[in-house]
């Protein structure tokens, strides 16, 4: 059993220049990914919030919780420590809002197999065996010690991060839970693969 509390955090809140509209509005499964998403990590933790920009705030509902992103740090870091600034004794289930193929069932698995004693629990692909920082499950400390790696290191990479501290592992049961649906063609693949035949 854990001993801290676990907050989703649905990462709405990128500008999706390569895909060249918001990712976390393309509908896969009936309704926006980012919607799909939150209510998956609603299924699975103590509370969710979306992580979004100031000029989005128009666009959720009262009823669905938000932090919006201080604009202190670079990349997606920005939105996780605005979250951890807010709630800093919490460990923050992280997913990006562009994982279209990512379940319930997955997101059970990396929080029954997380970790306190790590700074975060992360999927990391067969082929690659890297971190997936934007699906992973990041302790306080953990987010508390990228604080000082952002100011003291001239990397804002997060995967960069894990892989140079004490995170663990978790495959996927498939690689492809953990896709990013980044440009047109991640986007009509991942059509493809989740229409019925």
Not at 29 to 46: A, F, G, M
Not at 179 to 194: F, G, P, R, T, W
């Amino acid at each position: 059993m854990r001993d801290n509390k676990v907050y989703g955090l649905v990462l709405a809140g990128g500008k999706s220049t390569r895909m060249g509209k918001d990712k976390g509005a393309i509908v896969y499964h009936n309704r926006p990914q980012r919607e799909h998403l939150y209510d998956l990590l609603q299924r699975v933790c103590d509370r969710t919030f979306y992580s979004i920009r100031e000029d989005q705030v128009e666009e959720f509902s009262k009823l669905e919780e938000c932090v919006v992103d201080k604009n202190i740090f670079k990349g997606p870091f920005n939105g996780m420590l605005s979250a951890h600034e807010q709630f800093p004794d919490v460990a923050w289930m992280v997913m990006a809002c562009d994982m279209p193929f990512m379940d319930e069932q997955a997101l059970r698995k990396l929080l029954e197999q997380s970790d306190e004693d790590y700074i975060a629990t992360a999927f990391a692909t067969q082929e690659s065996g890297l971190p997936e920082p934007l699906a992973a499950i990041w302790e306080p400390q953990g987010l508390a010690g990228a604080i000082d790696y952002l100011r003291n290191s001239s990397s804002s990479c997060p995967r960069k991060y894990l892989i140079n501290s004490h995170t663990k592992l978790v495959s996927p049961d498939r690689d492809q839970l953990v896709l990013n649906a980044n440009s047109i063609e991640d986007y009509e693949h991942a059509v493809a693969k989740l229409t019925p035949r």
